[in-house]
């Protein structure tokens, strides 16, 4: 079975604190996708990135980065120097390839305060 | 402009009452879904579906139908709404079988009294 945990249900951190965002998923498949998603006030769904198995090249773009551990079963997500409008709920994901189902975390929502 | 939509943005309806949330895609992507979104649940899929004709179960199929008849639509049918399928609701399709990063709708708001 798959299943993703964002343990962490809310952040709250000041203007340029850098913060991670945790994510641990299971599976037993040896290939698979790994999402992040952003979900503003506003509501919408914004995707941020995705990695697949066999990748596990850390990822930097801007002030966001992510580091991918497969001992660990980890995709973690951290904003440096973190701004108000990084304020919004977080959720990792994972899909097995070519099975084409799911698997969201509950999500992590991050306070960001001037 | 690449849009995934979906209507009624909000619906207020009563238990019991068949209802069909649509939802429409322009980007001719093959992969579509619905997901419902709950407190302290994160997001569950519904339903997906891999192109026309082909439709598969998510995590939480209970109490929903869908259709693909066309590449673009996507709508998803409550037959017997319950007040437990009160939730915000989100369509999403992709260019790939769903590996591929996933364009969100706006949600529709459901409320089931």
């Known amino acids: 079975a798959q299943k993703v945990t964002q343990a962490q249900t809310e952040i709250s951190v000041v203007e340029k604190e850098d913060v991670t965002l945790d994510c641990v998923y299971e599976t037993r498949d040896t290939t698979y996708y790994l999402f992040w998603y952003k979900q503003p006030p506003s509501g919408e769904l914004v995707f941020l990135i995705r990695?697949?198995?066999?990748?596990?090249q850390n990822e930097i773009s801007g002030r966001y980065s992510w580091n991918f551990q497969k001992s660990t079963s980890s995709f973690n997500f951290t904003i440096t120097a973190s701004q108000v409008v990084d304020s919004a709920v977080y959720f990792c994901a994972l899909v097995k390839y070519n099975f084409n189902k799911f698997y969201f975390g509950s999500g992590t929502k991050l306070n960001v305060k001037p | 402009e690449a849009q995934v939509t979906q209507n009624p943005r909000y619906l207020i309806t009563v238990t019991g009452k068949k209802l069909t949330v649509t939802c429409s895609q322009n980007m001719n992507h093959e992969y579509m879904s619905w997901y419902r979104q709950d407190p302290g649940l994160g997001l569950r899929q519904i339903y997906y579906?891999?192109?026309?004709?082909?439709?598969d179960k998510g995590d939480v199929p209970e109490g929903y139908k869908v259709s693909r008849k066309e590449k673009r639509n996507f709508p998803l049918i409550l037959e017997s709404p319950s007040p437990n399928q009160t939730s915000l609701y989100f369509c999403?399709?992709?260019?790939?079988?769903?590996?591929?990063?996933?364009?969100f709708g706006p949600g529709t708001r459901l409320t089931v009294t």
């Open positions: 990695r697949n198995s066999f990748d596990e």
């Open positions: 579906s891999m192109n026309v004709e082909v439709t």
């Open positions: 999403a399709s992709s260019a790939g079988q769903g590996i591929d990063e996933q364009y």
